[in-house]
């Protein structure tokens, strides 16, 4: 070492400057922008280190593979035509069929597995040019192809907590309330309204239990659903905070998940409309539940249990129908492709039951 220059010992210090950093990064990479660094941050900020070509790309089960690398490729081989999934940075299957099948294509061992050889060919081929995502026309095509009725689709219903879990504890006049209980009796609603439609309803979860995300996810993808629709409450330091916010896939690699994006956009619309709860708008998040599940899914923040103006609407047994209604009608929305539709906040239960009982009767 020089002898005119001294080693110093890194900066350890968690200021201000790094807090700003991290929120700059939570807020780009679609997290909850809190300034710490907790476990999904962590994790974002591992993945967000991989380049494509520093490690060998391979399909496992017992330890999957998640980084910008994936996503990388996942983008070429779409651009490529060989890919139509979401580019969500997860090596799964549909990743290493789509890998294979280039592979195969040009001649190279169809092992599904992206090492130099592999790499070499896609700086090679790669197009120059590319389009919009195939991922959110599929999407679109099938709830085009499913028709209008909602008769057979397929929902979970994912209300949060459960077990021993039973989040925070509101003071209503009818005495103590917990977050489970707001959460399970809203989706009891939502599910006896969704199968009275004729839908096929889920619950993610018993009553007494509380799967992990992963879990919840599972279970959703098992079944086959057609849509996932998990709630949620919210909590806050200040009481000012208030609103309903709703979320749905959506990185900073451009990739969305398109029903969920409308479906959210109907909710969020309806909800308002109907209620007294502020707009806290859509937005995309990477949160595991929503690039975990094959389906369009969607995450609702029903309101703040520490903001007295929602525990007022949440706690009333009356508010909760109508947010149930509110989400029914939002799916019959995003269905209905924007034919025969009425405006916001009009469309009642009862209508909706007629509509499905005149389209059947018609069919």
Known sequence: MDGDTAWAEPDVLFDAAL????????????????????????????????????????????????????????????????????????FGGETHEGLSSFQSEIGLSPDGICGPATLRALDLLGTRVTGGSPHAISEEELVRRSGPQLTGKRIVIDPGLGGANSGMVVQTADGPLTEEAILWDLAGRLEGRMAATGMETYLSRARSADPSTAERAETANGIGADLMISLRCSSYPSPVAHGVASFHFGNSHGSASLIGQVLTSYIQREIVARTSLQDCRSHGRTWDLLRLTNMPTVQLELGYLTSHEDVEVLADPRMRDIIAEAVLVAVKRLYLLGQDDQPTGTFTFAELLAYELSVAEGA
Request: aromatic content about 12%; glycine content about 10%.
């Open 19 to 90: 807090d700003e950093a991290v929120r700059a990064f939570q807020q780009q990479r679609g997290l909850l922008v809190t300034g710490e660094v907790d476990t999904a941050t962590y994790r974002s900020v591992k993945e967000a280190s991989f380049r494509l070509g520093a490690r060998t790309l391979i399909y496992q089960l017992s330890a999957p593979l998640y980084g910008d690398d994936v996503a990388t490729l996942q983008r070429r081989l779409q651009d490529l035509g060989f890919y139509n999934g979401r580019v969500d940075g997860y």
